[in-house]
């Protein structure tokens, strides 16, 4: 039995090309790496999509009759990355003699494993493919941009589909906008200009740039001096900060709100405004279960145009009557005059009123984008001010983004892999304020006989004597107007 196992190991590794370049020592490492969860970071034309391919084909020589898996955001993507310029590029160059069935994006090597590709991230049929079976390698590529849960799908789907051949599964990507995730939780603080390795959560964790690809240096460099010769600020851009540094940048132009610490954070002190107006306080509930829970408040005045988040913040797993006592401990703290809430849920928001007399209304939803571009536009003129102890709030606010393949079709939707419970609280009170409406107190009348009543008075006088000449000018000039006229008929 071992002696048949041998032979067939040995025969395994004579049939088995030599698809390692020592000279990319980068992804040489890469691809020898035996840890069964790896992540690889790198800038664009890094060679990551390649390496992929390699290790994919690596698996399949090993374990003859095996099934590989290749994950992209699309079916569409997945064949344009790694059919076209990857597969078929080595094949040829190697003559692996891979049969490609172009109709069902099938590579089957000669030794009968089968490379597959997928696009899983807007396609639920693809993602029930993956059901019930088992895999030697899984790669998923473009893992900074799903909207779909990574950690699911890794550990809930794919990590028991590998666990036959003891199979690596392999997150690859390049930082994008979206700064939340499997991806970017294994990868933050990460900087593939300084090439190397990691471990974080158990994962193996690889980093380089198109710098460390022989076969794209000078390229790459030529590509870069271009660029800046073109255009000197490019270097500060996200995109290229993204694409050609690898790091970790939001595009400020994709984020849903104009939200920036230094116009929009204030201490939390509601400043003391003079006269007759009052603060009117309103709180802003989105409810949640598996997804949070999130509470807002926030405060206008008579006479000030700058709504106030006085405080903001989301639990989960909080049930109907949970719900009803964090909203009576924030009334018990602040003076609440209107409870506005989701009104998705029906049942639940009837409940609360009925049973806990949270005298709750509904939310405006309609026209969201819309109302978000006004809201937007009171930031920008910082009327719009968060104070330290909505945290949450902020934390979303400056990772929201829109989703780019939405955009694409000229919808605006937030996009669904951020969370957004504190955000949209915040759009429930803000919708339901009426700091807009704010008028300038007129100053206080000051006591007589006081130096402010006499001075009052003496500009009140010179007024008058002004008023007065201006009127005796113009009854002057009328009357000059007048014989001038006269004259003419005369």
């Not at 080595?90 to 009968?112: Q, S, V």
């Not at 709180?283 to 903001?312: M, Q």
């Not at 007399?357 to 006004?374: N, S, T, V």
Request: net charge negative; glycine share 6%; aromatic share 8%.
């Amino acid at each position: 039995m071992a002696l048949a196992q041998s032979l067939r190991q040995a025969r395994t590794e004579a049939e088995t090309p030599d698809l390692i370049d020592h000279g990319f020592v980068a992804q040489a490492k890469f691809l020898l790496d035996t840890v069964a969860l790896i992540v690889v970071l790198c800038t664009r034309r890094a060679g990551k999509s390649f390496g992929a391919a390699l290790r994919l084909l690596r698996a399949a020589y090993k374990h003859p009759g095996a099934s590989c898996l290749y994950i992209a955001l699309t079916r569409d993507s997945a064949e344009k990355i790694l059919w076209k310029d990857c597969l078929k590029v080595i094949d040829r160059k190697l003559k692996l003699g891979i049969n490609f069935n172009e109709t069902k994006l099938r590579a089957t090597l000669p030794n009968g494993s089968v490379i597959y590709l997928l696009g899983v991230d807007s396609d639920e049929e693809e993602k029930q493919k993956l059901l019930g079976q088992k895999y030697a390698e899984v790669v998923i590529d473009e893992a900074a941009s799903y909207a779909i849960d990574l950690t699911e799908l890794v550990f809930g789907i794919l990590k028991p589909a590998v666990a036959d051949y003891r199979g690596a599964i392999v997150l690859i990507g390049t930082p994008g906008n979206l700064k939340n995730g499997l991806f970017f939780d294994l990868t933050e603080g990460q900087d593939p200009g300084v090439p190397g390795q990691w471990m974080k959560l158990g994962w193996s964790g690889h980093r380089w740039s198109a710098m460390d690809n022989p076969h794209m240096r000078e390229k790459w460099l030529a590509e870069i001096a271009e660029l800046i010769a073109a255009n000197p600020l490019i270097e500060q851009t996200p995109l290229f900060q993204q694409h050609y540094r690898g790091r970790w940048v939001i595009d400020d132009s994709k984020l849903v709100y104009r939200y920036m610490p230094v116009r929009n954070d204030y201490d939390g002190t509601l400043p003391v405004i003079r006269g007759r107006g009052e603060w009117h306080f309103v709180l802003g509930i989105d409810l949640g279960f598996t997804d949070a829970c999130s509470f807002t408040v926030g405060a206008y005045h008579d006479h000030d145009k700058t709504l106030r988040y006085v405080l903001s913040y989301k639990k989960a797993g909080l049930d109907i009557t949970a719900t009803s006592e964090e909203a009576e401990r924030i009334k018990a703290q602040w003076p609440i005059e209107q409870t506005v809430i989701d009104g998705a849920n029906k049942q639940a928001v009837e409940e609360l009123n009925r049973r806990h007399g949270l005298e709750a209304q509904p939310a405006d939803k309609r026209e969201k984008a819309e109302f978000i571009d006004i809201m937007n536009a009171e930031m920008i003129q910082e009327r719009v001010k968060v104070s330290p102890q909505c945290q949450d709030l902020k934390d979303e606010w400056a990772g929201l983004i829109w989703d780019e393949r939405a955009l694409m079709k000229r919808k605006r939707v937030e996009h669904p892999g951020c969370e957004n419970h504190c955000a949209d609280g915040a759009l429930y009170v803000w919708r339901h304020c009426w700091q807009y409406l704010a008028t300038a107190e007129p100053p206080p009348v000051p006591k007589v006989n006081t130096a402010e009543w006499h001075e009052a008075q003496a500009k009140q006088a010179q007024r008058e004597l002004e008023e007065m000449a201006e009127a005796e000018f113009a009854e002057n000039q009328r009357q000059e107007r007048e014989r001038n006229e006269a004259q003419e008929w005369d």
